[in-house]
């Protein structure tokens, strides 16, 4: 069945360094990939989406890059900061269901 | 824009009980809603997705008897939990997508804490 893997499942940087994090999906029909931000017991946030006829889109400290060859897609934030730490998640669509990734702990450290 | 509103935000109840959880779309019309379940430290799990006006559509292994969906209008989807008990303790979330063509964002609700003694 269609499936979305996502590593790490934590990652703990220095404040100021970058952090990646990648998703691979297995659904050739998706299309559409957000990343969403979700803080301990809050609504998940999205930060950044990419639509598959796009290969990169940046906003501010985020961007996101696609591979649609090789089914992979991946969130990079830098200049990383304290308020950052939450748990991260992918997603793949191809019409209105999402699948997500199983999350990233990102924590930052001062 | 795109404010899901969720309520209630924390439920603690008996065994046996029935549990309904609103879902409403403040400044959009959802053509589409979705609920999800989250156990701890775990992934959002898809329950259902539901249209306005139409029956839900339920994941596999989700008991639709046990999960009630309904989708009265635009702005407002509920889920029901029926005679919860223990292992339906978890977190549950909802999103909203309004009209356009293609795929369009989620907005989640806060999520619903339900804890079933």
């Known amino acids: 069945g269609e499936n979305v893997e996502q590593h790490p499942s934590t990652l703990s940087v220095q404040e100021g360094d970058s952090a990646v994090i990648k998703c691979t999906y297995s659904?050739?029909?998706?299309?559409?990939f957000p990343w969403y931000k979700q803080e301990l017991g809050k609504r998940p946030q999205l930060i950044i989406d990419i639509r598959s006829n796009v290969g990169e889109k940046k906003d501010q400290r985020i961007a996101v890059t696609l591979n649609k060859t090789a089914k992979h897609f991946s969130l990079h934030i830098t200049e990383t900061q304290p308020e950052d730490s939450a748990v991260y998640f992918c997603?793949?669509?191809?019409?209105?269901?999402?699948?997500f990734g199983t999350g990233t702990r990102l924590k930052v450290l001062a | 824009g795109a404010v899901v509103s969720q309520h209630p935000s924390r439920v603690i109840c008996k065994s046996g009980t029935s549990v309904k959880i609103e879902c409403r779309s403040l400044?959009?019309?959802?053509?589409?809603m979705f609920w999800y379940r989250q156990f701890p430290k775990q992934s959002l799990m898809l329950m259902a997705t539901?249209?306005?006006?139409?029956?839900?559509?339920?994941e596999q292994g989700v008991e639709k008897d046990k999960f009630l969906i309904n989708h009265a209008s635009l702005t407002l989807s509920t889920l029901t939990v029926t005679s919860a008990h223990p292992e339906d303790s978890s977190f549950y979330i909802c999103?909203?997508?309004?009209?356009?063509?293609?795929?369009?964002?989620?907005?989640f609700g806060d999520g619903t804490r339900l804890s079933i003694l």
């Open positions: 400044d959009f019309q959802a053509t589409t």
């Open positions: 997603a793949a669509s191809g019409t209105y269901k999402y699948i």
């Open positions: 539901s249209n306005e006006g139409s029956k839900a559509t339920y």
């Open positions: 999103s909203a997508r309004g009209r356009g063509v293609g795929n369009q964002p989620q907005h």
């Open positions: 659904d050739s029909a998706s299309n559409y």
